[in-house]
Antibody
Framework: EVQLVESGGGLVKPGGSLRLSCAASGFTFSNYNMNWVRQAPGKGLEWVSSIGTGSSFIYYADSVKGRFTISRDNAKNSVYLQMNSLRAEDTAVYYC????????WGQGALVTVSS | EIVMTQSPATLSVSPGKRATLSCRASQSISSNLAWYQQKPGQAPRLLIYRASTRATGIPARFSGSGSGTEFTLTISSLQSEDFAVYYCQQYDKWPPITFGQGTRVEI
């Protein structure tokens, strides 16, 4: 059974940092592109970042470029999102997903940016 | 960036009736379109990919059609568990991957 489990969410002050992790299981992790998608409270879905199988490509939404860094560790079956210089508008549930047609989603990690 | 526009924003339908949701892309995306269902407090669930292919385990009452810039998700006979928010997403010309703003299907 495919599972994606996010961790690392929490409350952080504006300007602070947080690192999200996503642990994958049930499939050959190294063979798949991975993504982060977020959803602000009461709002729609927003793509944040994608990383290729061997980190062959890395893309970011303009809203997070220069502040967020995606990475992966195929030996640990994990993908990460390092979030720096956080703003109130980054408050959201962050989902880890697989593939560009996102068949698998984690349960989400809530990130709250507030003083 | 490709802009995805969904209509209507809210669709009021009675159980057992047919629901038709629309999604328009600002430029052609071939058939590289997915539909998701999201219920409160849950992660989205993939319903349809490649515009018309049902994901594993998705009931046959869900169907997708269209190509280019105009797409439709049809729920042939609404069940109580189908009341949710539905999103379309393009993955043809990316980055960025873009989503529509969602259509809420309510009673």
């Amino acid at each position: 059974e495919v599972q994606l489990v996010e961790s690392g969410g929490g409350l952080v002050k504006p300007g602070g940092s947080l690192r999200l992790s996503c642990a994958a299981s049930g499939f050959t992790f190294s063979n798949y592109n991975m993504n982060w998608v977020r959803q602000a409270p009461g709002k729609g879905l927003e793509w944040v970042s994608s990383i290729g199988t061997g980190s062959s490509f890395i893309y970011y939404a303009d809203s997070v470029k220069g502040r967020f860094t995606i990475s992966r560790d195929n030996a640990k079956n994990s993908v990460y999102l390092q979030m720096n210089s956080l703003r109130a508008e980054d408050t959201a549930v962050y989902y880890c997903t697989r593939d560009t047609a996102m068949i698998y989603w984690g349960q989400g990690a809530l990130v709250t940016v507030s003083s | 960036e490709i802009v995805m526009t969904q209509s209507p924003a809210t669709l009021s339908v009675s159980p057992g009736k047919r629901a038709t949701l629309s999604c328009r892309a600002s430029q052609s995306i071939s058939s590289n379109l997915a539909w998701y269902q999201q219920k409160p407090g849950q992660a989205p669930r993939l319903l349809i990919y490649r515009a018309s292919t049902r994901a594993t385990g998705i009931p046959a009452r869900f169907s997708g059609s269209g190509s280019g810039t105009e797409f439709t998700l049809t729920i042939s006979s609404l069940q109580s568990e189908d009341f949710a928010v539905y999103y379309c997403q393009q993955y043809d010309k990316w980055p960025p991957i873009t989503f529509g703003q969602g259509t809420r299907v309510e009673i």
